[in-house]
């Protein structure tokens, strides 16, 4: 009975002690406490290394499917929960924001498009038809054909951020084009009223259809000299030497820094008329930073509105980030949705309505939760949450929308 005993003794012995290679000193957890060395190195399996660099720069671990449900489906749940310290089972407000906010506007480089030439910026079909056209009613008929088609890409795209712009843009060089391609049928006709009603009654008969008229060339050297981009100051067509843009405050080299992007975005409307996905790749990619230059002056607005409950500008900071990125994970959630309807129910049907009554109910649970999410976390009446939310709402949108300008004029510079 001795033997074994003796035998069990060494498997019982305590294991022995971990000791820093740095140091020396004695391991009391993944780092030493004497100088700081991590108990990992470098020298490891990769998939380990992998694992720590998703868990220390994004937080993609366990946390992560924690925070996701909550942040969607719980109005200011994340936020209370961080204020009332319970932090380590959650993403933290900052990594979560920055996480989401790239990966949906990732995923919408690859399913919001402007169209396969769906807009015409350029000498494109539609305008090709305008000058073909020997009549105001031919014009007049190109013209309803052509936003038509406008307004089908536009159903294609409804609720999509960003995909109008481009739409309006090929929408209102549709219009110029036919109006200049009226005028001049217009200029012909009173021509011809001027030498005798015989070349009155046929003006078009004069020379073949399509033929160049003295108006339809001067149009068309107005078009090719604006075929950039038709931008004017003071009145007159902008010019880096005889008429650039000044503002009368600012040094001269800050004017000349400004002519110098008006002259790029010009000369980039050449790629966006080849191209209308360029500028759309642009403003997403974009969109991101300008979301994060957003946070801190909608935190300013919360405390402001919320100065008397006397909290710290980083709650409000943190209510501004939880927020943005619930906004972030509700458009993610819809271009997958689009996507999904695009790919298995692009015609109309029941599939195809339940996807957009899907898009419908997103677009419904954002003011809502939002709304929600003020009166939980702040804690004051329906009455005061509901004046303070339609004030924030209108300021908010207000300096968005200006956001949303100066972002698609660096995206037109930058693309």
Known sequence: MTEPQAAAAPADAPAPARKCENCGRELLGEYCYACGQPVKGLVRHFSSILGDFADSVLNLDTRLPRTIWPLFAKPGYLTTEYFAGRRVRYVSPVRLFVFISIVTFFIAQFTVSFGDGAVKFGDGDNNDSFAKAASIEEVEKARDEALAEITKARKQTEGTPGADVGLRMGERAIRKKADERIAALRAEQAKALAKGPQDAKAPAKSAPAGA???????????DDDDEDLNVSFNGRPWDPK?????VPWLPKFANDWINVQVGRGKGNIKRLKEDPDAFKDALLGAVPSTLFIMLPLFALMLKILYVFKRRLYMEHLIVALHSHAFLCLALLLMFVTIALQNWLAPDSGFLHGLFG??????????????????????????????????????????LLTTGAMFTMLFSLVRM
Do not use: H, S
């Open 212 to 222: 160049p008229l003295a108006q339809d060339a001067a149009a068309k050297k107005a």
């Open 242 to 246: 005889t008429n650039p843009l000044t």
């Open 357 to 398: 009554w899907i898009e419908a109910l997103l677009w419904l649970w954002m003011p809502i939760y939002l709304l929600i999410m003020q009166k939980r976390v702040y804690r004051q009446g329906w009455t005061l949450t509901l004046l303070k939310y339609c004030l924030l709402g209108f300021c908010y949108f207000l």
